[in-house]
C-alpha cells in the first residue's frame, strides 16, 4: 500500500525491556522523522534521517536509537523502556517541506 | 526549544459556525503548515503556505501566511461535525543542516456541537 506505515500499532513491555518500532514509506521520501506526543509537551522531535546512513538527534533523543539502512525504512529502538517512555509515537517523511504522518504507534511501558 | 504560540487552546462551537485560529513566533518562517489529527490517528496535512501573504484554501479551510512572516492563520468556514479534532500548526525555518526540521504549535482542540 502507498504511504507511509507503522508498526506495532500498540505495545505493552516492561521496564528494561528492549523494544523496536518500525517505520515504513512508500514515497521514496529521502527525510524520515520519529516524534513522541505527550499532553502537555506536544509533539516533540526524537531523531529524524536525510538519507539512508545520515542520521540526526532531535529535541529528546536520549534512551533511543535509530538506524535507517534503506530509504524506506526508520526503525526506533528503545534500548532499556522506562515508564518515561510511554507515550505516542509517530513517524513521518518528507520531500524536503510537507511532512506526512504515519498513524502512530502507542505505547506504555509497566 | 523554539515553540510556536498557537491560540486559542480550545474552542466550542456550534455547527455552522465560523472558526479561526492563529500562530504566531518571534522567528521568521519560510514555511507554515496546518495539520488536523483525530483521535487515535496521525496529523494529517490540511493546507501548506509557502510564500509571505500567501493565501491558500482547501474545501472550507482558507489559510494564510502573514506577511511579517512570524504568523500564520487559519479558518474553518460553516463548521461540520466532523470538523472535530486537534488543529496544529507547523513552521519551518531554514537554518543550516536543520532545513526541514518543523516546529510545531500545541494544537487548537476544536469541538462541534450539531
Known amino acids: 500500500d502507498a504511504g507511509i506505515t507503522q508498526s506495532p500499532r500498540y505495545k505493552i513491555t516492561e521496564t528494561g525491556r528492549q523494544v523496536t518500532l518500525m517505520c515504513h514509506q512508500t514515497?521514496?521520501?529521502?527525510?524520515m522523522f520519529w516524534y513522541r506526543q505527550d499532553l502537555g509537551h506536544g509533539l516533540r522531535l526524537i531523531y529524524y534521517?536525510?538519507?539512508?546512513?545520515?542520521?540526526d538527534k532531535g529535541e529528546v533523543p536520549d534512551g533511543y536509537v535509530v538506524s535507517r539502512s534503506k530509504t524506506e525504512n526508520f526503525p526506533l529502538t528503545l534500548e532499556s523502556a522506562t515508564r518515561s517512555q510511554t507515550s505516542v509515537y509517530f513517524c513521518?517523511?518528507?520531500?524536503?517541506?510537507?511532512?506526512?504522518f504515519g498513524p502512530g504507534t502507542r505505547l506504555t511501558v509497566t | 526549544g523554539q515553540q510556536l504560540n498557537q491560540s486559542p487552546q480550545s474552542m466550542f462551537i456550534q455547527e455552522g459556525e465560523d472558526v479561526s485560529m492563529n500562530c504566531t513566533s518571534s522567528?521568521?518562517?519560510?514555511?507554515w503548515l496546518w495539520y488536523k489529527q483525530d483521535p487515535g490517528e496521525g496529523p494529517v496535512l490540511l493546507i501548506a503556505?509557502?510564500?509571505?501573504?500567501e493565501l491558500t484554501s482547501n474545501g472550507r479551510l482558507t489559510a494564510q501566511f502573514g506577511i511579517t512572516r512570524k504568523d500564520s492563520f487559519l479558518n474553518i468556514s460553516a463548521s461540520i461535525p466532523s470538523d472535530v479534532g486537534i488543529y496544529f500548526c507547523?513552521?519551518?525555518?531554514?537554518?543550516?543542516?536543520?532545513?526541514?526540521?518543523?516546529?510545531f504549535g500545541k494544537g487548537t482542540l476544536l469541538t462541534v456541537n450539531p
Open positions: 503556505l509557502y510564500k509571505a501573504g
Open positions: 522567528s521568521i518562517f519560510n514555511t
Open positions: 514515497w521514496s521520501h529521502s527525510y
Open positions: 534521517s536525510a538519507a539512508a546512513d545520515i542520521t
Open positions: 507547523a513552521g519551518q525555518r531554514i537554518s543550516g543542516g536543520s532545513n526541514y526540521k518543523l516546529t
Open positions: 513521518a517523511s518528507s520531500d524536503g517541506y510537507e511532512q506526512y
